[in-house]
């Protein structure tokens, strides 16, 4: 093998594999769920106010937000939950060049609209918890934070940015909550739990031959892997007042798997075939608080902030034998949520709430990988007793998305004689999504 074609072989490893993992790491968000890759939709009761007041609440629902949501309890408590997750929006070519080899710019081509490009998604989650005493209970939450495909078709304008990307996680977190009394009808828990995901996430894209006359080359990566970070919590009763705070570690992801390239033609026909690989990636971590207060017997009052280290988020470190680094530059975010319960009848609850996101990626870093913006969310819910230790759930959000620009440039065999750039030029119109959950939790 010549040194120009290992040169472009290596490049073309790279380029690829960087791409698969902010496909990845991005992916389980673009316009829809909360801001980033992040997927909050961890308990009907919480998306029915907009996940304003679950650090400060009780039970199995809580416990994906804060571990010690269980402290206190007696018996049992099991919750079941499953939303469904709409996405809308409409991705449109507004100027995209490629700049092949010895050429002058020319348009990407292809179909310039895209619509619907996320799929929609079903995302479950459930949680158990037991008093072991009077002052100690345990947990186990089951959830899928980060979980979504995207499909853009073949012939699309971005198509050299992204063709399929699937993501599926699970997070298993045991958890373990003590309960003290501290006198005046003040109790004060404390929680812990650790969270061991399991991902595995598959993504492709079309890889651009040196001439505009030939077809696309394609190249898919698939990879998997076990990662372990960790929970941690506080809760407060007074009264008519309950406070929470927790914590949720950065979760560092390691992948292995496989890089397949095809299709390409004359000079770069040495770069189809398979390569192993590996890579790293952090997610972010979470510092929220929580308050409650029942205002009378009809209405409870929630709020709710979360400081997300979405900064983590800096780089995706590419292991043997790539060994570079690429540069995400994410920011620190925050989410804003404030919401109201109102049990209308004994056996009935109405709630709702109104949540604000902002988007970690910056203007100038945002591709059609990850059309993510800021956004509003408008919830309402309702909750039945239908047995006295069976309640079921129910929930509904509007999501609305700020209309943004794809300006985030990108660079196929980068550092090679045949580096061809691809500068993306899109708009992401009419972005909103749909949500509908369905859950139960049952005492015992």
Do not use: C
Not at 46 to 59: K, L, N, P
Not at 88 to 110: H, M
Not at 301 to 317: E, H, K, N
Not at 345 to 365: L, S
């Amino acid at each position: 093998m010549t040194d120009f074609t290992r040169t472009t072989s290596r490049a073309t490893s790279r380029a690829y594999a960087a791409a698969l993992l902010a496909g990845i790491a991005l992916f389980a968000a673009a316009p829809a769920y909360a801001a980033g890759f992040y997927l909050q939709e961890q308990s009907t009761r919480g998306t029915g106010r907009a996940d304003s007041g679950e650090i400060a609440d009780t039970g199995a629902d809580s416990l994906w937000w804060n571990p010690a949501s269980i402290g206190g309890m007696t018996g049992g408590d099991v919750s079941i939950n499953a939303t469904e997750i709409l996405p809308r929006a409409t991705v449109t070519d507004t100027g995209s060049l490629i700049v092949r080899p010895g050429q002058l710019p020319a348009p990407v081509g292809g179909n310039p609209v895209t619509r619907n490009p996320i799929s929609n998604g079903l995302v479950p989650a459930g949680a158990i918890a037991h008093a072991l005493t009077s002052r100690i209970a345990v947990g186990l939450a089951i959830s899928a934070p980060y979980n979504f495909t995207t499909t853009y078709a073949t012939n699309s304008f971005a198509r050299y940015d992204a063709e399929t990307t699937r993501l599926r996680t699970i997070d298993i977190q045991p958890s373990v909550a003590l309960h003290f009394d501290a006198g005046n009808g003040i109790g004060v828990n404390f929680g812990g739990g650790v969270n061991v995901e399991h991902s595995t996430a598959s993504f492709g894209n079309a890889l651009p031959n040196l001439s505009a006359a030939l077809p696309d080359g394609q190249q898919t990566l698939s990879g998997r892997g076990w990662d372990v970070g960790y929970s941690l919590g506080t809760r407060i009763e007074a009264g008519r007042l309950s406070l929470g705070a927790s914590y949720k570690s950065s979760i560092k992801h390691h992948l292995k798997g496989d890089i397949a390239v095809s299709g390409l033609l004359g000079p770069l026909a040495a770069e189809n075939g398979t390569t192993a690989t590996s890579a790293t990636f952090a997610t972010p971590w979470q510092l929220g608080g929580s308050a409650r207060y029942k205002l009378n017997r009809v209405f409870t009052l929630d709020a709710q902030v979360i400081r997300f280290g979405w900064s983590d988020f800096s780089a995706i470190t590419l292991r043997q034998p790539l060994n570079t680094a690429i540069p995400e530059n994410y920011r620190n975010t925050w989410n804003y949520a404030v919401g109201v319960d109102a049990a209308v009848a004994r056996d009935w609850t109405v709630r709702g709430g109104v949540q604000r996101d902002i988007a970690p990626v910056r203007d100038d870093h945002r591709d059609a990988r990850v059309p993510d913006s800021n956004r509003w969310t408008f919830a309402t819910g309702v909750s039945h007793e239908v047995a006295r230790n069976l309640t079921l759930d129910g929930a509904f959000n509007y999501i609305t998305l700020k209309s943004a620009t794809i300006d985030a440039p990108t660079e196929a065999y980068a550092g090679t004689p045949v580096a061809t750039p691809v500068l993306m030029s899109g708009q992401v119109r009419s972005a909103h999504v749909l949500i509908f959950s369905l859950g139960g939790h049952l005492r015992f």
